[in-house]
């Protein structure tokens, strides 16, 4: 554990996956610490909690999802039932919880949408299968008390940050923002297009950023990796990173129908494990899709294939 300015402490969580380790933070409060994201329900997640807490002191007045992610709410149940603290998460991110997490028909229709953006057939049941490894340690909290961004808890303003998560929140006060994935130092946060997701993630998560720029935080607590002292260069690098890759998503695109598969082909090659292709589509599709809205590609759905043309 950690200690950061403010009062604030960082709790480090292992994580079965890259990148091998997952931020939750500690945030001190009158009434207690909040805890914000819990990391993986992995079998010994309350053993590792309840060592961390007692490390800490203190008691728990809240727990804070800042998104739906496996490495996020995985031990939000955990958490809670440590604890007895009440959990809050976004609406809107936990509509999306539920309809992942809680759906046993989910993996099934990330296969039909793999199918509709051309992944062929044993590539993709490879892709849902990595996709499932996870699901066994979810365990988010049920009903928790929901929040919207705007909103304020224990004297912090939670801060939409639409992209890497559709409902992503992050939380800012007196210039520190509890980035999670919105703001990673050394990794690109993957902003990809799923099924049922919000229609212009890229879009969404470029005006996230520049939002970040303008409320100026002098210091980001991401989620992976480490502590943000100058967040403004890195929203820069981030913006300049998307413009790059939707340049490259030009050049790969022409009058030839293409799918977000082939699209992920050009631009991330064909030396892929399932997991990071999985990403890579879903990446290739946001870049696509952003194209789509500035009315440089064209979106094609016939014959049970989504396909992207320049325009
Ligand atoms: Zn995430």
Redesign the pocket.
């Known amino acids: 554990m950690a200690e950061l300015p403010g009062g604030i402490r960082q709790v480090t969580l292992p994580l079965p996956t890259r990148p091998g380790h997952v931020h939750a933070y500690l945030l001190p409060g009158d009434d207690g610490w909040t805890v914000v994201d819990t990391g993986v329900g992995l079998p010994d997640a309350k053993e590792q909690w309840r060592a961390e807490l007692e490390r800490a002191g203190g008691r728990v007045a809240r727990i804070f999802v800042t998104?739906f992610?496996p490495?996020?709410v995985g031990a939000a149940a955990d958490l809670h039932e440590l604890t007895g603290a009440p959990v809050y998460q976004g609406a809107l991110d936990y509509a999306q919880c539920e309809l992942v997490w809680g759906n046993p028909a989910w993996s099934e229709r990330l296969l039909e949408w793999f199918r509709l953006h051309g992944a062929p057939d044993d590539v993709t049941e490879e892709l849902v299968g990595q996709s499932s490894v996870y699901r066994p340690f979810i365990r988010y909290q049920k009903d928790p008390i929901l929040v919207e961004a705007g909103e304020m808890l224990d004297g912090w303003e939670l801060i939409g940050a639409a992209g890497?998560?559709d409902g992503q929140l992050c939380l800012l006060k007196d210039g520190i923002l509890v980035a999670?994935?919105h703001l990673l130092a050394r990794i690109t946060p993957t902003v990809g297009l799923w099924p049922a997701s919000r229609a212009d993630p890229l879009g969404d998560y470029l005006a996230a950023l520049e939002r970040t720029a303008e409320l100026g935080p002098r210091v980001a607590l991401p989620?992976h990796g480490d502590v943000l002292d100058d967040p403004e260069r890195r929203v820069r690098e981030l913006q300049d990173h998307h413009r790059v890759r939707l340049e490259e998503t030009v050049a790969a695109l022409g009058t030839k129908p293409r799918t977000g598969f082939e699209l992920s082909l050009a631009l991330f090659g064909d030396d892929l494990k399932p997991a990071a292709r999985r990403f890579a589509v879903a990446e290739s599709l946001s870049h696509a899709e952003r194209l789509v809205w500035e009315g440089i590609a064209e979106r094609h759905e016939d014959d049970g294939a989504v396909t992207y043309t320049a325009t």
């Open positions: 998104h992610h490495d996020h890497h998560a999670a994935d989620g």
